[in-house]
């Protein structure tokens, strides 16, 4: 009977609630509740119907249960702005413990409201940043955009330090204006794993586990993700021996816009780049022996650096690129660099066939 007490004292109470912030915009709050910081939380946020937002508290990893306002749950019924869809933010504030969100299937076309932006904070704000493992899942959510004023249409996750999992899936979000961001997700300190799938987001992307100080093993994979408009993707893992997989990138290509830009940082970091359409990708891999492949790259420029470290090995096939650029790397293909005739400090620009075929050696070095 204590143990069990002891199992239930875990799961941490969680308030919810609405409130008006103007302009005809509700933002529905979900945080700890009073004397509950730092406990352990799990919740759950769905859209029942066209009106209707149901919050659960769910169970946590020691099997105890998260209460929404004392209950096992509070639904929410959303009304119009006079005559108009309303804007709803979703903002959930659950600071230091073992978090778990799980916010989906807000993707109905209903005639009530719509969700203007999400914002999930589950790190330690105190200034400690104490480690934890955090969880926070999204799926099956579309976010838009509101007015030239309130542009928002943006998802941002941040987890913090510690071991987290955040996980994306089927959304779609939307904001006016591009560079405000159309997803954002960091992950601090921590052997972090994150997935985006099937999404399609039209504003800028950018996504960090770590510093570049840190050592942890950080493993990312994004498969079949649009960027639309005038928008770039930036993936940042920091320190370690680091996993990605990056497969159905689409971006537009729009003058400056649609790069792609990933830095591995250090590490033995291993990975692969396929399938990808960008105005430029850019592929920095940092110290340490690491591993890239590449196939089906369709882009303007093609920036590849291997860096610092020993036994660097970079394939390659099937490239439609106008420019490409690479330096830092042992092997090509299987191939010492010196078969590509890397050799001399000078960088310098090729230009790489359009076509299938087996590309001709490298007549200048790209070698540092």
Known sequence: MERLEERQMMAGDINAYISNVGYGIDTLYIEEAAGQAGRDNSVFVKQMSDNTIRVPGTSNADGSISLINGKQYQDFTITKDGSNIRPMRLDVYLGRGNDTVDVRDFNRDGGTFFLHNVSINVRDTS?????DQDSVYVSYVNVKGYNNDHPAGRIGISTGAGNDLVSVNQVVAESPYYYEGALGIGTGAGADRVEVYNSTLYGNVGI????????????????NVRVVGDSNLDVSLGGGNDTFSFDRITMDKVGWFGKFSFDAGAGNDTGSIKNVTAYSVKATLGDGSDTLALDYISAQEMDLQGQGGTGDKLSKKHITV?????????????????????????PTLTTTPKSTATPKLATTSLRR
């Open 127 to 131: 200034g400690a940043d104490v480690p």
């Open 322 to 346: 106008d420019k490409v650029f690479e330096s830092g790397w042992e092997t090509i293909n299987g191939l010492p660099a010196l078969k590509y005739g890397l050799v001399t400090t000078t």
């Open 208 to 223: 960090g586990t770590g510093l570049a100080t840190e050592n942890d093993v950080d493993d990312l994979k994004m498969v």
